[in-house]
């Protein structure tokens, strides 16, 4: 069966910020090690430590910033730590993520040439949950100061001269949960108190981000912005999309984790792949949901900064499963399915269309860590159906958006609906207009009509990305099995665009 929807495009005047289509690497699980890093001594091709084909697999993404250690890793993190010769670095416990035992050999000088070779902005978060002012304001002394002092002479011994330049900073993370149990308004004194110190040192200008809510906690987000809106370029919000309506979030008793659990206590199983329909529509609603927090919070920022000048910086979102059977319950590795890339889609759209106020979000995590856009099995590597969602997306990358009036059909299940297409669209610096929209429906097809206003398109072409299940993903046997193809289901018309879509499929559409 195939449903009509509507949607008309209007003249906007907003920037994508790239940011958007920003990544998450923390010390957890193989996303560091056996991920980024594998050593210099690798049989794994590899330049000085790091992975060549996952730079050229980020490469191609066209990724614009990477966010680095932590998650809570970053409010354990002692930077000093993973500086200096690397036979001569400390191990210590991962206290967060498996109780592993981390070797710091890969640290502050490791992740900055990582992200040259990306071409990637780097953002780091401090550590405020157990570190003090002082070493937070040595760290930033150690990468951007220029001049005479201890933490540039100790950057200099350890074999960087020149100062590296980092524009965002976030001052510590979940400050609510794992980065130090606190209240919004102990913790609105301490950003208060820490970001002082993270100074700006010759042209190098910080961007600070202040630990924000989860979820719709939106009480923090208001004691955040009573008290410190003035002191910070960005608020972050962390929200992560999974099957909500059976399980139970609750806390860990260490108070640093949060399972999902049955009401009698039981884990709940979601798996990343075996899953039905059911599943399937939670996650979609799941995902929607990010809509209503970016709403929320923006309200809640408008009452005290209505220029939008703090920005909403949603710098951990993604599907969160079980991990796969036989893994590490702390490493959170999971497959990721034709499920993950129509859930990163949908929010995709949304933070495109509230370009706004979201001017930076960090898809957690970026290689064999929740919804990762890369797996890696020793030398192999795949790119999972969410990878190719940001693949075909990264033409919005800092294009103007247009926004969109949806007059969608609406996907049903039992009493509940959401709608059946979500979409975005943008005008890039060549004047080209592109549409992303992704049919959340596994069982209908959409015929999409698309009216644009004041855009007159000569050819459309478009690339498709869809699979015959709702849970068909790459495999390392079968690494190619969900890739994006040429869409030829779309024309142009005297009102504007015609096309139609598939069941659980993600298209992008470019009109010239
Ligand atoms: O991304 C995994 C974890 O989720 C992060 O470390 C933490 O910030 C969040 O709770």
């Known amino acids: 069966m195939t449903n009509s929807i509507k949607i008309k495009i209007h003249a906007g005047q907003h920037r994508i910020n790239r940011s958007i289509y920003g990544h998450f690497a923390e010390h957890l699980g193989r996303c560091i090690y056996e991920g980024f890093w594998v050593g210099e001594d690798s049989p794994i091709p590899n330049t000085r430590g790091i992975r060549n084909d996952i730079v050229d697999a980020l490469k191609a993404l066209n990724i614009p910033l990477l966010r680095w250690p932590g998650g809570c890793f970053a409010d354990n993190y002692h930077w000093r730590e993973g500086v200096g010769p690397r036979e001569q670095r400390p191990r210590m416990i991962n206290t967060n993520w498996g109780g592993v035992v981390e070797n710091n050999h890969f640290g502050t000088h490791e992740f900055f040439d990582l992200c040259d070779m990306l071409g990637a902005e780097p953002y780091i978060?401090?550590?405020?949950?157990?570190?003090?002012?002082?070493?937070?304001?040595?760290?930033?002394?150690?990468?951007?100061?220029?001049?005479?002092?201890?933490?540039?002479?100790?950057?200099?011994?350890?074999?960087?001269?020149?100062?590296?330049?980092?524009?965002?900073?976030?001052?510590?993370?979940?400050?609510?949960?794992?980065?130090?149990?606190?209240?919004?308004?102990?913790?609105?004194?301490?950003?208060?108190?820490y970001s002082v110190y993270c100074r700006n040192y010759g042209g190098n200008q910080l961007y600070k981000v202040a630990c924000g809510p989860r979820d719709d906690h939106d009480y923090w987000t208001e004691v955040l912005m009573r008290e410190a809106a003035p002191f910070m370029d960005g608020l972050s919000l962390h929200y992560y999309t999974r099957v909500k309506d059976y399980g139970l979030y609750i806390e860990?008793?260490?108070?640093?984790?949060?399972f999902l659990r049955n009401p009698d206590g039981r884990k709940h199983a979601h798996s990343a792949v075996d899953f039905d329909e059911r599943e399937w529509f939670a996650v979609m609603k799941s995902a929607y949901y990010m809509e209503d927090l970016v709403m929320k919070h923006s309200a809640v920022m408008d009452k005290y900064d209505p220029e939008k000048r703090v920005a909403l910086v949603v710098d951990e979102w993604g599907t969160w499963f079980d991990v796969e059977t036989g893994t590490h319950p702390?490493?959170?590795?999971?497959?990721?399915?034709?499920?993950?890339?129509?859930?990163?889609?949908?929010?995709?759209?949304?933070?495109?269309?509230?370009?706004?106020?979201?001017?930076?979000?960090?898809?957690?995590?970026?290689?064999?860590?929740?919804?990762?856009?890369?797996?890696?099995?020793?030398?192999?590597?795949?790119?999972?159906?969410?990878?190719?969602?940001?693949?075909?997306?990264?033409?919005?990358?800092?294009a103007v958006m247009q926004p969109l009036e949806i007059?969608?059909?609406?996907?049903?299940?039992?009493?509940?609906?959401?709608?059946?297409?979500?979409?975005?669209?943008?005008?890039?610096?060549?004047?080209?207009?592109?549409?992303?929209?992704?049919?959340?429906?596994?069982?209908?097809?959409?015929a999409v009509n698309c009216g644009i206003e004041g855009f007159a398109g000569k050819r459309v072409s478009g690339r498709v990305l869809a699979a015959e299940a709702m849970n068909s993903h790459n495999s390392f046997d079968e690494p190619d099995r969900v890739q994006p193809a040429r869409f030829d289901g779309a024309r142009l018309n005297a009102a504007g665009l015609a096309l139609d879509m598939p069941p659980m499929s993600v298209v992008v559409l470019q009109v010239e």
């Not at 860990?252 to 949060?258: E, F, K, L, Y």
């Open 252 to 258: 860990n008793p260490d108070g640093n984790r949060m």
């Open 330 to 398: 702390g490493f959170l590795f999971q497959q990721n399915t034709m499920r993950d890339a129509v859930s990163a889609a949908i929010c995709l759209n949304i933070f495109n269309n509230h370009c706004d106020r979201v001017r930076m979000a960090n898809l957690a995590q970026t290689v064999n860590v929740l919804q990762a856009v890369i797996l890696t099995e020793g030398e192999r590597i795949i790119l999972t159906p969410t990878y190719h969602v940001f693949e075909m997306f990264k033409v919005h990358q800092d």
């Open 125 to 193: 978060c401090g550590n405020v949950g157990s570190g003090t002012v002082e070493e937070m304001e040595q760290w930033i002394q150690y990468m951007t100061f220029d001049g005479e002092s201890p933490m540039a002479e100790l950057r200099r011994a350890n074999g960087r001269e020149e100062p590296w330049r980092l524009t965002y900073f976030g001052v510590g993370n979940e400050n609510w949960s794992c980065g130090g149990k606190m209240r919004a308004e102990y913790y609105a004194d301490l950003y208060k108190q």
């Open 407 to 446: 007059n969608s059909a609406m996907y049903v299940r039992k009493e509940e609906a959401i709608a059946q297409i979500s979409a975005s669209a943008s005008i890039d610096a060549q004047g080209k207009l592109h549409v992303t929209l992704c049919n959340t429906d596994p069982t209908r097809s959409a």
